[in-house]
């Protein structure tokens, strides 16, 4: 999935397991939304090295 679904999953299952009190899904919440932080500075650092990189004539 993409950055930002990833994170919103993430934070939904946070949500729903500080409510219900599973510290299972609070955890794989956790875990979706720090691999979409993940996803997001690979896609910086994709861009960052394309930006630099000579383009071939």
Known sequence: MGE???KT???????VGE??????LKGDGI???VKGHIKG??????SAVKRVTPKKP
Do not use: H, L
């Not at 409510?19 to 299972?24: F, K, L, M, P, V």
């Not at 500075?41 to 994709?46: C, G, M, Q, R, S």
């Open 4 to 6: 930002y679904t990833d």
């Open 9 to 15: 999953k993430g934070k939904v299952k946070q949500a």
């Open 19 to 24: 409510a219900t009190d599973d510290d299972q």
């Open 31 to 33: 875990v979706d939304e």
């Open 41 to 46: 500075a690979a896609n910086e650092i994709k």
